[in-house]
């Protein structure tokens, strides 16, 4: 038998909603930098998440915030 699983993190849209993202499909994130303007960073948003399937996920965690998660859920 074989058991086949995958890890969500819980992160938060600008509208303060929950998004449970899978870290097996995080391609890369992109971080809100200071006094630079990016249209990727509307009001509320500090990381872009970007996916295997090719879409953006806008979040209110900092890179930071997402890193740890990420490393917090993947220990072995």
């Known amino acids: 038998m074989f058991e086949i699983g995958f890890v969500l993190i819980m992160l ?6 929950e998004i449970g993202v899978s870290v097996d499909e995080i391609t890369s994130f992109h971080c809100k930098m200071p006094d630079t303007e990016n249209k990727l960073f509307v009001d509320g948003v500090n990381t872009v998440i970007s996916m295997t399937d090719g879409k953006n996920v806008s979040v209110r965690e900092t890179c930071t915030e ?3 998660l990420i490393k917090k859920e993947t220990k072995p």
């Open 66 to 68: 997402v890193r740890d």
């Open 12 to 17: 938060h849209a600008p509208d303060g909603r």
